[in-house]
């Protein structure tokens, strides 16, 4: 496995376990203000970080390119700027921007991991 599928798996776990703290914690206060930073934690940052972890564990076996470290500095960045962004304006008084700037960062990254992901499944050429 190679170290960057390894960094995907890992803190994909660690926002999981996150992302359902923060449900616990809703639940028991009966208070649902942050089920949005609850879902974008366990939906982008769960679910999406495992997706690319795994996809790299499947392709072990070619190499590390720079797309695909830029795509992880995109993805992780903009999760936590997206969360942290909601948090702030979910609080009332906050401003939306940075949520809007987490946005913008994590489309971007899933538009790099398509290009990835082409990459990987492109037919070897014919030598
Ligand atoms: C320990 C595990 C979990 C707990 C205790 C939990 C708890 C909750 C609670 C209390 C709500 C708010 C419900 C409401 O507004 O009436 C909620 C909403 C939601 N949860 Fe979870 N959840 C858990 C795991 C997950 C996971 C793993 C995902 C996705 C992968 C997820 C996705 C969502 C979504 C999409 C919403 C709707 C958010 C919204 O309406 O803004 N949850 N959850």
Do not use: C
Request: glycine share 10%; proline share 3%; charged share 10%.
């Amino acid at each position: 496995m190679t170290k960057l599928a390894k960094l995907h798996l890992r803190l994909g776990g660690i926002y999981a376990l996150f992302g359902m703290a923060l449900g616990i914690h809703m639940a028991a206060k009966a208070d649902y203000t942050l089920a949005p930073v609850h879902a974008h934690v366990n939906l982008l940052g769960w679910v999406s970080v495992m997706i690319y972890g795994l996809v790299y564990t499947v392709f072990k076996d070619r190499p590390v390119t720079m797309l695909m470290k830029l795509h992880a500095v995109l993805a992780h960045v903009g999760l936590w700027i997206i969360t942290v962004g909601l948090f702030i304006f979910l609080q009332g008084s906050g401003s939306d921007v940075p949520a809007i700037i987490g946005s913008l960062l994590t489309i971007l990254s899933m538009a790099v991991f398509v290009v990835i992901l082409f990459g990987l499944t492109a037919e070897p050429k014919e030598a």
